[in-house]
């Protein structure tokens, strides 16, 4: 018999359901965690067509084997759902209901959908006191779920003897992410816009420091991207994105770094930048960013990257011009939005995440079209640091910006 006292505490396995695949991660406990086990389940094209209960079908076969083989270690799950299963929306609570707000936000939103609001789990962010016509309100940003959805999270992992104990967005998790280089008291004076390029959405957050102000979920992305140059070439959907990921990302020339600068990265993980470069055939890439946490350095954090370089203008397809400006607008709405709640708050800078920020040409052009300072992030640098990247991790010598949520899933509570 063993006792409590004696058991081995590990970690919860952390779960990214994504449009691609499953990503799967497990780091270390303590104040200096390190990346311990990592493995990605894809999903192929024939199967992303397919509804969502064949995906599900499809993982209650391989998660067990795929978690044993990998190394995971311990049964406690935290989770990120699929997309189309979170709701994600900014609401004005009356001030008498601020209190209350979950219970109210979510009647407003099961209204809103047609549904029994006990049918609902619903989380509510403070944001800031406002008016909505005439009335003062309090913005509050909502994260809905359907109890049932919820529930088959809980028995997929049930059949591989493990169990849910955190059930959190996109968007959260992508904050959390982050939660290491917001930690200063000063933080909170610098207003951070992530921007999540994924390949079935866009997920945008905006922070002041540590604090989410800002949550919206863009439907355009980089299947957007590729159904537009497909019907434009008359070819597949799966050629376009081929085509895509190999002409977006141009040659760059990287900014001189100074001295001390290049000396303190000489041993760091690889930036995303950088590693584009590699696989793009341009300069060196032998240069990044330091890894350490501590900043009385000087040196940038490893998870918020480097700068973005400056490409070619025709680093985008011609034919996805048209579905580039319509993200654009829609990033500038963000920014308007946040603007209009906080008047005397300005952007300082965006950090570009998800698998779609592989293509530096695209960050590049959303960039300059949003007018401010950009960089490309990399929150598994830091799980990663010292030679630590597990066997499981897809490319392991390249930069993971579609790590994000998965990384920030570690920092999530668990409070299922």
């Known amino acids: 018999m063993s006792f409590g006292l004696f058991r081995t505490q590990h970690s919860s396995v952390l779960a990214d359901f994504g449009s691609a695949g499953v990503k799967l991660l497990q780091s270390s406990l303590g104040d200096k965690s390190t990346a311990i086990a990592a493995a ?3 999903f192929t094209d024939e199967l992303r067509a397919q509804s969502i209960d064949e995906r599900f079908a499809f993982l209650s076969a391989e998660l067990p084997r795929v978690m044993r083989d990998a190394g995971f270690r311990g ?10 299963h979170m709701l994600v929306q900014h609401v004005g609570v009356a001030v008498a209901d601020a209190e209350r707000a979950d219970a109210v936000v979510g009647t407003q939103i099961a209204i809103g959908l047609g549904c029994d609001p006990t049918g609902l789990v619903v989380r509510t962010n403070r944001v800031c006191e406002t008016s909505r016509d005439g009335q003062p309100k309090v913005e509050t940003i909502a994260f809905a779920m359907s109890r049932d959805d919820v529930m088959r999270y809980v028995d997929l992992f049930k059949r591989a003897k493990c169990s849910v104990v955190g059930v959190h967005s ?5 904050v959390h992410a982050f939660d290491h280089v917001n930690r200063r008291i000063e933080d909170v004076n610098i207003s951070t816009m992530y921007i999540d390029l994924g390949y079935s959405g866009t997920k945008v957050a905006i922070c002041h420091g540590a604090q989410l102000v800002f949550a919206k979920s863009v439907a355009i992305a980089g299947r957007t991207f590729d159904s537009r ?16 990921l190999s002409e977006g990302i141009r040659p760059v020339r990287l900014a001189p770094q100074p001295a001390a600068f290049a000396a303190a990265s000489a041993d760091a993980g690889l930036a995303i930048l950088r ?8 300069e060196s890439a032998e240069t990044s960013v330091a890894i350490g946490d501590e900043r009385r350095s000087g040196m940038p954090p490893a998870a918020l990257g480097g700068a973005l370089p400056t490409v070619n203008a025709r680093s985008i397809a011609v034919e996805a011009r048209e579905t580039l400006e319509s993200l654009s607008d829609e990033l500038s709405m963000c920014a308007r939005y946040h603007g209009a709640l906080f008047r005397d708050r300005r952007i300082d800078r965006v950090v570009f995440l998800g698998g779609e920020a592989r293509d530096v040409g695209l960050c590049q052009a959303l960039a300059t079209a949003l007018r401010l300072p950009a960089k490309a992030g990399d929150p598994m640098a830091r799980l990663c640091a ?15 910006p ?9 920092s999530s509570p668990t409070d299922l």
């Not at 497909?230 to 081929?242: K, T």
């Not at 590693?275 to 341009?282: N, Q």
């Open 275 to 282: 590693a584009a470069v590699a696989r793009s055939g341009g």
């Open 229 to 244: 140059i497909a019907e434009s070439r008359g070819i597949s959907v799966a050629q376009a994105r081929v085509l895509r």
């Open 40 to 42: 990605f389940v894809p």
């Open 402 to 410: 579609g790590w994000a949520v998965a990384c920030g899933l570690a």
């Open 386 to 400: 010292n030679g630590t990247t597990p066997a499981g991790l897809p490319d392991p010598e390249a930069a993971h």
């Open 170 to 174: 996109e968007i959260s998790a992508l």
């Open 75 to 84: 049964n406690r799950i935290v989770l990120s759902p699929f997309s189309q």
